[in-house]
């Protein structure tokens, strides 16, 4: 057995695990790694020599085990689900009791719940964390969002707040420029406790699908420049290089330029013109999706941006449509310079409003688990190491520091005043749009949500007779107090009878 040596250990070393355990060694701490395949971990270790903290491979669970100092920290990053419960089985007949388990996949955040009870019965304590930013981020900096036990989190906390991205503590920008065996010294690590149990897997669900609507959101400009305004990828390139540079300066408008300034190495066409239009998904926002649903919280940003990954993913349905179903359409006559501006403008509300879904989902989120999730410090992990990393999310956090208890971000002075400034043009694209034929479902349906928040008066009232009518399920009336409710008696509706139903 090897000698208890390390501060940490690891299991699963797939491109995320082995680039998560190189950042945790960049920083110093010692730490063992252990994988099925044991000719990987020996690849792996033999290939990483010389980090500051150093690598131990172990070819056993049992060894795996023994090499690390008490009480054990051990991650799991290997598949969602079935293996993650696998794994976890084989090592708690090896641990402590007050050992700490880390599962770091995408878990479904029902499971988090079901497995941390079941650990804590069994003395050893378990913490779910969202690890958000992909394979770079796991490298040199992911946004880290750890739910369970507080004192798990102090255990952890040294190794987490480490490893994170950093962001400048005035700005909120990112501190960039890390390399292997160099991190980043200094900043705001974008690292903090979630809540208990399955807190931080929610929020990690909610982060990816924000994540959904920002792309859904961004492929929505990019086809309005492209079939509206007959733009070239180089063209649409340094538009959004430019918008980086301004609100909407954010990692996915950064690589978004980055990918339409790309040539297809084979062809040497523009990459994004041989790419197939079908994409997929790993189930992350349709779980975000399905539990707004369940919730009975509107998020039709994030669900539209998932039925726009499955009509996209019947590709021959599409196309023999095409030929069958036609409209007839004007070309784009209006000023392309302008358009371009309106197109940016719809891009950045779309975007308030889709976060302001993601937020309020989470408030609905904690009273329904017993959580007290601090909004505030969620939107500043985000700002750093995730996908959605912008200069946007420092505005959130400045709106939940103002005001913690606020309903919705469309309320916060600053996010009404930018609403109030570009809603002109995002009004005339989604029109605009219509009349050509372009599909936006994301900047229609935030559109949309934006109406209906503001309206004081919404043509339920009609619905719940509808209701009445057909199922005796009563309704509401305006002139009586909240929460009593009434019923007509339909069949006789030329003499109506008013039941009262307290």
């Known amino acids: 057995m090897s000698e208890a040596s390390s501060d940490i250990g690891l299991v699963g070393l797939a491109v995320m695990g082995q680039n998560l355990a190189l950042n945790i060694a960049d920083h110093g701490f010692r730490i063992s790694v252990y994988n099925r395949t044991t000719s990987k971990t020996d690849e792996f270790v033999a290939a990483n020599p010389d980090t500051p903290g150093g690598l131990i491979g172990t070819r056993s669970l049992e060894e795996f085990v023994q090499s690390i100092k008490r009480p054990r920290k051990v991650i799991i990053l290997v598949q969602a689900g079935g293996p993650t419960d696998a794994v976890i089985n084989g090592l708690t007949e090896l641990l402590d009791p007050d050992d700490i ?32 930013g992909g394979e770079e981020g796991a490298r040199f900096g992911p946004a880290l969002m750890p739910g369970g036990k507080e004192s798990a989190w102090e255990e952890l906390k040294p190794i987490w707040e480490a490893i994170a991205a950093k962001v400048d503590e005035e700005t909120g920008k990112p501190l960039e420029g890390a ?24 929020v990690k669900m909610v982060h990816n699908g924000i994540e959904y609507g920002d792309m859904q959101m961004i492929c929505e400009a990019y086809t309005l420049m492209e079939n509206l305004l007959g733009m070239t990828p180089p063209e649409m390139s340094s538009v959004f290089g430019d918008w980086n540079e301004g609100v909407l300066d954010s990692f996915l408008i950064e690589i978004t330029a980055d990918i339409l300034g790309q040539e297809d190495p084979e062809t040497g066409q523009p990459f994004v013109d041989i790419v197939l239009d079908t994409a997929g998904q790993k189930g992350t926002g349709k779980w975000t999706s399905v539990n707004a649903l369940d919730m009975g919280i509107a998020a ?149 949500y934006y109406d209906s928040y503001r309206s004081a008066r919404l043509p339920a009232n009609l619905l719940q007779g509808q209701r009445d009518f057909f199922g005796a399920h009563t309704y509401e009336r305006v002139d009586k107090e909240r929460g009593h409710t009434f019923h007509i008696d339909w069949p006789a509706a030329d003499r109506p009878q008013i039941q009262i139903n307290p």
Request: proline fraction near 4%; glycine fraction near 10%; include cysteine.
């Open 179 to 202: 390399e292997p065996g160099k991190p980043i010294e200094g900043g705001v690590p974008c690292a903090t406790y979630i809540g208990e149990n399955g807190a931080g897997h929610y």
């Open 101 to 132: 388990i880390i599962d770091g996949g995408n878990a479904l955040w029902t499971d988090t719940i079901r497995r941390e009870k079941d650990l804590n019965e069994k003395g050893f304590r378990f913490v779910g964390s969202g690890v958000s």
């Open 300 to 448: 039709p940003c994030i669900a539209e941006a998932v039925f726009a990954r499955c009509i996209s993913a019947i590709k021959e349905e599409r196309v023999a449509a095409s030929q069958v179903i036609t409209a007839d359409l004007a070309p784009f006559e209006g000023d392309r310079a302008e358009f371009v501006q309106a197109i940016h403008d719809a891009l950045y509300c779309s975007k308030i409003c889709s976060y302001a879904q993601g937020f309020q989902l989470m408030r609905e989120a904690q009273n329904e688990y017993g959580w007290d999730l601090d909004f505030g410090q969620i939107s500043m992990i985000w700002r750093g190491g995730c996908i959605i990393r912008a200069r946007f999310l420092q505005k959130i956090f400045e709106a939940y520091k103002a005001d913690p208890g606020i309903a919705n971000l469309l309320l916060d002075p600053y996010f009404k005043s930018e609403v109030d400034r570009c809603q002109a043009n995002w009004r005339k694209v989604v029109a605009t749009a219509a009349l050509h034929g372009i599909p936006l479902p994301c900047f229609s349906s935030a559109l949309s």
